[in-house]
């Protein structure tokens, strides 16, 4: 399914690239210049390994191995829900959308899911995966070092994709906080 046809208060923009090509860093950069420009954002990181956010030992670990589904924490500071799926191939990222709901951000960022039919900012580095991740048909910008943007000419089949520079979050922060405008507006009449 794809997300435009989830009944969203908010619109979902993944960021995807092949492992190492700096996800997590560009996020880093971009929350703080999006929480400038006015924009809550919740982020849904997609994990290709097993994770665990609790230690054992600790009430909460002994609680959710004892059956507890889900387990949430909570302090004054933070609070964490976990729960188990297994069997599970891959997360449900319906759900986890609409785990986001009751916190009514501005938009919501999915870190990874490259394959998921989402629309996506795609960062690409030279020697780093497949350029031919340019072609998804989901993809609504691209971001690129200057030394790689002949890769992105050479793979790109889409018209319309926009460009960035990967070393410009101030710049990538603007196109992200347009982009979140432009969805939460609706299509043109």
């Given at each position: 399914m794809a997300v435009s046809d989830l009944d969203l208060p908010f619109p979902v923009l993944a960021v995807s690239a092949w492992s190492g090509t700096g996800k997590?860093?560009?996020?880093?950069?971009?929350?703080?210049l999006l929480e400038e420009a006015g924009l809550n954002v919740g982020v849904i990181k997609h994990a290709h390994h097993?994770?665990?956010?609790?230690?054992?030992?600790?009430?909460?670990?002994?609680?959710?191995?004892?059956?507890?589904?889900?387990?949430?924490?909570?302090?004054?500071?933070?609070?964490?829900?976990?729960?188990?799926?297994?069997?599970?191939?891959?997360?449900?990222l319906e759900r986890l959308l609409s785990l986001m709901v009751p916190r009514a951000p501005?938009?919501?960022?999915?870190?990874?899911?490259?394959?998921?039919?989402?629309?996506?900012?795609?960062?690409?580095?030279?020697?780093?995966?497949?350029?031919?991740?340019?072609?998804?048909?989901?993809?609504?910008?691209?971001?690129?070092?200057d030394e790689d943007r002949q890769a992105f000419a050479e793979h790109s089949a889409a018209p319309g994709i926009s460009r960035l520079d990967l070393d410009d979050p101030g710049a990538t922060a603007g196109?992200?906080?347009?982009?979140?405008?432009?969805?939460?507006?609706?299509p043109a009449e």
């Open positions: 997590t860093t560009l996020l880093e950069q971009l929350l703080p097993a994770f665990d956010v609790d230690k054992p030992g600790k009430d909460s670990y002994r609680l959710r191995t004892a059956g507890a589904a889900p387990m949430l924490v909570a302090s004054r500071e933070r609070f964490a829900l976990m729960e188990e799926t297994p069997g599970q191939d891959e997360p449900d501005d938009l919501v960022i999915a870190e990874g899911f490259k394959s998921w039919p989402l629309p996506k900012l795609v960062l690409y580095r030279e020697g780093v995966g497949d350029p031919a991740i340019f072609q998804d048909p989901w993809v609504e910008a691209v971001a690129v070092k196109w992200v906080a347009r982009w979140a405008a432009e969805q939460r507006a609706g």
